[in-house]
């Protein structure tokens, strides 16, 4: 009878312990969080890169007429809640420009923490980003090729740290 009085005492105290802390783990991140949070867009000269803010997965300004939030994956990495989100700009001229970008949370708010440039490293002549998921600690960029209208099943696969900081002129 006391061995049992123990362990359920012992099981009491142990529920309480593990649900407080579950009380206490941060909140995830999530993309609509992402959505509408400052972005670096990388310079694509030699000017300092542009820190922008989003609303609802989009920004635009006479500079910028045009950039958008598509592809997003949320999970963990290194132990961390991350949002990773393929965005496209263009800055006025006849071509896009694309990166994915690593979104972090840190004392309640929205970072972004890198961007890295998939380019010409998307296998199978995938030419853009089409779909991300983040597993097993990896990020996996599934590309797409529009022009000739496929979708590409080998995704790169890539780890947090391909992404760079932003360059700002106060860490160049």
Not at 3 to 10: E, K, M, T, Y
Not at 18 to 34: I, K
Not at 73 to 90: H, K, M, P, T
Request: negative net charge.
């Amino acid at each position: 009878m006391i061995n049992s009085s123990l362990s359920l005492l012992a099981a009491t105290v142990f529920a309480a312990i593990a649900s407080g802390a579950a009380v206490q783990r941060a909140p995830d991140l999530t993309p609509q969080q992402v959505r509408n949070a400052s972005v670096c867009l990388p310079s694509v000269g030699d000017p300092p890169d542009q820190l922008v803010l989003f609303k609802d997965g989009k920004y635009d300004s006479p500079s910028i007429p045009f950039a958008e939030m598509r592809a997003m994956a949320s999970g963990e990495l290194d132990g961390q809640a991350a949002v990773v989100a393929e965005i496209v700009w263009n800055t006025g001229g006849s071509g896009n420009w694309e990166i994915v970008a690593l979104f972090r949370e840190e004392q309640g708010a929205v970072l972004n923490a890198g961007v890295y440039w998939p380019a010409a490293d998307l296998p199978d002549g995938g030419t853009m980003v089409g779909r991300i998921e983040i597993r097993d600690n990896a990020i996996r960029l599934y590309g797409e090729d529009p022009l000739h209208r496929r979708t590409i099943a080998t995704p790169l696969v890539v780890r947090p740290s391909v992404f760079t900081r932003c360059q700002f002129a106060s860490n160049r």
